[in-house]
């Protein structure tokens, strides 16, 4: 019976021991850190990896993350440089570089950083009125993160942002603001409407001003043609004026050669003379002035018909002159023409 409860004993004891050696094997994860102490005070910090405790001595106090966390902390009452009350929540991100520190240094943590990040918030947004406020969330984010990682860092913590996640003003300037943005878009797409008008009606004008031009110009142009075109029929006409005197002038020179190389006499003479009358009568003046040589044409005329009747070859060389008379009359008229 005695050998029964010794080998109970025995078997607990060893099991005893086995737990409490099992209890000081403590393996750490990646990214995570253990504090540990011995006899109530701090001893060292567990890495991650297979890490040893002495029984009964040592203690691990706290296992902390090391790794970056994020904290959206709830609605925060602030108030404006203008007295205008808002609801504003921030989200801040931070990392625990100093697992001692953290562990020592403040017993909350967490509450301790929302506090503080409401205090230094409502600080930061009265110095603002309400437009900078809604129009500043980069210079309040800056400002709020400066602050608070002074603040933490001997609490062994590191803030790496600090952003306002909404801004909520009352319900009476949210219309308020509504209202106001309704009529800068009014005012904007009235003066967008000007503009286009504006602008419109500058192209249209500069339109109409080149098409002015563009008329002119082809007017201009086409006066200009017309000019030359009826300079140069002037010319071709004078041209063909001045060509067909010279031929009638020199037809005429070759017929006073002709008449003076055949020997015309005193009746042919005056005959011609009677045919210039023609034309003299021909005009519209009523009185007609005659030379003193044609006082003698009518008497070359009585004299005529005798003058034809005294021997055949004065008649034949007569009717020989007359024909070439007529051959350069028709010469002189085809010119004309």
Same mark, same amino acid.
Not at 94 to 103: A, E, G, M, P, R
Not at 154 to 167: A, P, T
Not at 188 to 208: C, F, M, V
């Given at each position: 019976m005695g050998e029964i409860i010794g080998s109970v004993l025995g078997l607990l004891a060893v099991i005893i021991v086995l737990a409490i050696l099992a209890g000081s094997i403590k393996i750490v994860r990646q990214s995570e850190? $253990? #504090?540990?102490?011995r006899l109530g005070r701090f001893h060292k910090k567990m890495t991650s990896g297979l890490n040893f405790l002495i029984p009964i001595l040592d203690r691990q106090r706290a296992r902390l993350d090391m790794r970056e966390k994020v904290i959206d902390f709830p609605p925060q009452p602030v108030?404006?440089?203008?007295?205008?009350t808002m609801q504003i929540d921030t989200v801040v991100y931070f990392q625990i570089t100093d697992s001692v520190k953290y562990t020592y240094e403040i017993s909350n943590p967490i509450p301790a950083i929302e506090n503080l990040t409401a205090t230094t918030l409502r600080n930061i947004i009265g110095e603002l009125d309400l437009d900078e406020t809604l129009t500043s969330r980069d210079?309040?984010?800056?400002?709020?993160?400066?602050?608070?990682?002074?603040?933490?860092?001997?609490? $062994? #913590?590191?803030?790496?942002?600090v952003e306002l996640k909404n801004i909520m003003p009352p319900r009476d300037i949210q219309e308020a603001m509504e209202k106001q943005m309704r009529a800068e878009r009014e005012r904007r797409e009235t003066i967008l409407r000007a503009d286009g008008d504006r602008e419109?009606?500058?192209r249209r004008a500069e339109g109409n001003k080149r098409a002015e031009i563009l008329n002119a110009e082809a007017v201009k142009q086409r006066t200009i043609l017309h000019a030359q075109a009826e300079r140069e029929k002037r010319i071709l006409e004078a041209e063909g004026e001045a060509e067909a005197i010279l031929k009638v002038r020199k037809a005429m020179a070759e017929g006073i050669k002709l008449i003076t190389k055949a020997g015309p006499d005193k009746e042919y003479l005056a005959l011609e003379a009677l045919k210039s009358m023609e034309y003299v009568a021909d005009g519209k003046?009523?009185?007609?002035?005659?030379?003193?040589?044609m006082a003698n044409v009518f008497g070359y005329l009585a004299g005529l018909s005798e003058a034809f009747k005294d021997d055949k070859t004065k008649d034949e060389k007569n009717i020989n002159l007359n024909k070439n008379i007529n051959s350069i009359d028709s010469n002189n008229k085809d010119i004309e023409k």
């Amino acid at each position: 019976m005695g050998e029964i409860i010794g080998s109970v004993l025995g078997l607990l004891a060893v099991i005893i021991v086995l737990a409490i050696l099992a209890g000081s094997i403590k393996i750490v994860r990646q990214s995570e850190e $253990g #504090i540990v102490e011995r006899l109530g005070r701090f001893h060292k910090k567990m890495t991650s990896g297979l890490n040893f405790l002495i029984p009964i001595l040592d203690r691990q106090r706290a296992r902390l993350d090391m790794r970056e966390k994020v904290i959206d902390f709830p609605p925060q009452p602030v108030k404006t440089k203008d007295n205008v009350t808002m609801q504003i929540d921030t989200v801040v991100y931070f990392q625990i570089t100093d697992s001692v520190k953290y562990t020592y240094e403040i017993s909350n943590p967490i509450p301790a950083i929302e506090n503080l990040t409401a205090t230094t918030l409502r600080n930061i947004i009265g110095e603002l009125d309400l437009d900078e406020t809604l129009t500043s969330r980069d210079l309040v984010n800056s400002k709020l993160r400066i602050i608070l990682d002074e603040a933490t860092d001997k609490w $062994g #913590i590191k803030v790496n942002r600090v952003e306002l996640k909404n801004i909520m003003p009352p319900r009476d300037i949210q219309e308020a603001m509504e209202k106001q943005m309704r009529a800068e878009r009014e005012r904007r797409e009235t003066i967008l409407r000007a503009d286009g008008d504006r602008e419109s009606s500058i192209r249209r004008a500069e339109g109409n001003k080149r098409a002015e031009i563009l008329n002119a110009e082809a007017v201009k142009q086409r006066t200009i043609l017309h000019a030359q075109a009826e300079r140069e029929k002037r010319i071709l006409e004078a041209e063909g004026e001045a060509e067909a005197i010279l031929k009638v002038r020199k037809a005429m020179a070759e017929g006073i050669k002709l008449i003076t190389k055949a020997g015309p006499d005193k009746e042919y003479l005056a005959l011609e003379a009677l045919k210039s009358m023609e034309y003299v009568a021909d005009g519209k003046s009523t009185k007609i002035i005659l030379p003193n040589e044609m006082a003698n044409v009518f008497g070359y005329l009585a004299g005529l018909s005798e003058a034809f009747k005294d021997d055949k070859t004065k008649d034949e060389k007569n009717i020989n002159l007359n024909k070439n008379i007529n051959s350069i009359d028709s010469n002189n008229k085809d010119i004309e023409k």
